[in-house]
C-alpha cells in the first residue's frame, strides 16, 4: 500500500522559513514524479514545485527563487524548503506522487503571520 506522510508545516512569521517532509512508504518515490501542490480554502489547488525521476525540478513563478524542492532517497522522503515566507504562503501544503493515478498525502498546514 502506497502512504505518503507530510510534515513539518506550522506558524512562521513573514521572512522566516521552514521545511516541509513528504516521507513515502510502498514504493520507491525517485522512480516518479513527486510534487508539492498548496491550496487555500475557496480556491484552487496550485502546484508548487515538482521533482521529476531524473531530478529535474520546476518551481511555480510565486515561489522561484523562495523555495527548494529536493529528495533523500535513503530516507525515502521529498522535501520542500521554504524561505522569506509571505503572508501569501498560508496553505494547506499537500504531496503528491505520480505512481498510478497519482497518490496523495493528508496534507500539512503552513501558516505565514506576525
Not at 513515502?24 to 480554502?41: E, H, K, L
Not at 475557496?42 to 525521476?53: C, N
Not at 515561489?63 to 532517497?73: A, H, W
Request: hydrophobic residues 35%; aromatic residues 8%.
Amino acid at each position: 500500500q502506497v502512504q505518503l506522510v507530510e510534515s513539518g508545516g506550522g506558524l512562521v512569521e513573514p521572512g522566516g522559513s521552514l521545511r516541509l517532509s513528504c516521507t513515502v512508504s510502498g514504493i520507491d518515490q525517485s522512480d516518479f514524479t513527486v510534487a508539492w501542490y498548496r491550496q487555500v480554502p475557496g480556491t484552487h489547488l496550485e502546484r508548487v514545485a515538482q521533482i521529476t525521476d531524473d531530478g529535474r525540478t520546476n518551481y511555480a513563478d510565486a515561489v522561484k527563487g523562495r523555495f527548494t524542492i529536493f529528495r533523500d532517497n535513503a530516507k525515502n522522503t521529498v522535501y520542500l524548503q521554504m524561505t522569506n515566507l509571505k503572508s501569501e504562503d498560508t496553505a494547506l501544503y499537500l504531496c503528491h506522487v505520480g505512481f498510478g493515478a497519482g497518490r496523495w498525502g493528508q496534507g500539512t498546514q503552513v501558516t505565514v503571520s506576525s
